[in-house]
């Protein structure tokens, strides 16, 4: 995802006039973990870079950074949630907060659900425990879709009104 950057902002500019829109979505950082690293504090300004470049193009799109989902490893033969999992969350809720720009939390949509141990057990994902399917992309969508609808509904009121002039 930090790659975004190679694209042209004249290549995004011309992306938008064909087909505008109002929100970016981006999803980056499951296949980027390795269980060995924990720390992803590199990332955040990485990811806050791409944000950077895609407002530049498009300076009145939104953007939102989908945080990680689970992936679990087995550890003594008990399937548990990769350590590396919490520290590219935290990467991606700073480069967000850093960035200005949105963020869902999809690691804690899946837990909400039962986490990827269930999502493996209902054949939603892999059995790497790592990749939801199109099956596990459902409930998945419903949980984004009740987070964008619920922030829209409860953002605060905007109220022009007129200058006093006396």
């Not at 999502?119 to 419903?142: C, M, R």
């Not at 619920?150 to 006093?164: F, G, K, S, Y």
Request: net charge negative.
């Amino acid at each position: 995802g930090t790659t975004l950057q190679m694209i042209s902002t004249t290549r995004l500019q011309e992306l938008y006039d064909a087909i505008p829109y109002d929100l970016i979505v981006l999803q980056y950082g499951l296949n980027r973990m390795t269980p060995s690293i924990t720390d992803y504090t590199p990332y955040t300004q990485q990811l806050v870079d791409a944000v950077a470049h895609l407002r530049k193009a498009l300076p009145h799109t939104d953007i939102l950074i989908m945080g990680i989902g689970d992936r679990c490893q087995t550890d003594n033969d008990e399937i548990k949630t990769m350590p590396a999992i919490y520290g590219m969350r935290k990467a991606q809720r700073n480069a967000a907060i850093e960035a200005q720009c949105l963020f869902w939390d999809c690691y804690e949509a899946m837990k909400q659900i039962g986490g990827m141990p269930t999502f493996v057990e209902n054949k939603w994902a892999s059995k790497d425990y790592t990749h939801i399917n199109h099956q596990g992309g459902a409930p998945l969508a419903e949980e984004f879709v009740k987070a964008i609808n619920h922030a829209l509904n409860n953002r605060p009121q905007v109220v022009a009104t007129q200058p006093n002039d006396t």
